[in-house]
């Protein structure tokens, strides 16, 4: 998607425009591109377990049955 983007000017301007209003280090749509590639399995993980923690969440359920404490375990995080 992106790299159709870059095929217009706008998107273009705007896109080296935000980097340096927000003092980035300018980024080609290329480059970029290859940080996004470069994210394994591991990263996301590591990110996630730092993150997304039990006491940080909300949760509801919509249960259709007679009230059931088996599925308590289900809603935890693995």
């Known amino acids: 998607m992106i790299a159709f983007r870059a095929e217009d000017p706008e998107f273009m301007g705007e896109w080296y425009g935000r980097q340096e209003v927000y003092g980035l280090p300018l980024l080609t749509v290329d480059e970029f591109m290859m940080h996004i590639s470069a994210v394994t399995k591991a990263d996301i993980a590591r990110v996630t377990r730092k ?11 919509v249960w259709n049955r007679p009230e059931d404490e088996s599925i308590l375990p289900l809603l935890r995080l693995a």
């Open 51 to 61: 993150y997304i923690v039990e006491n940080t969440l909300n949760l509801a359920v």
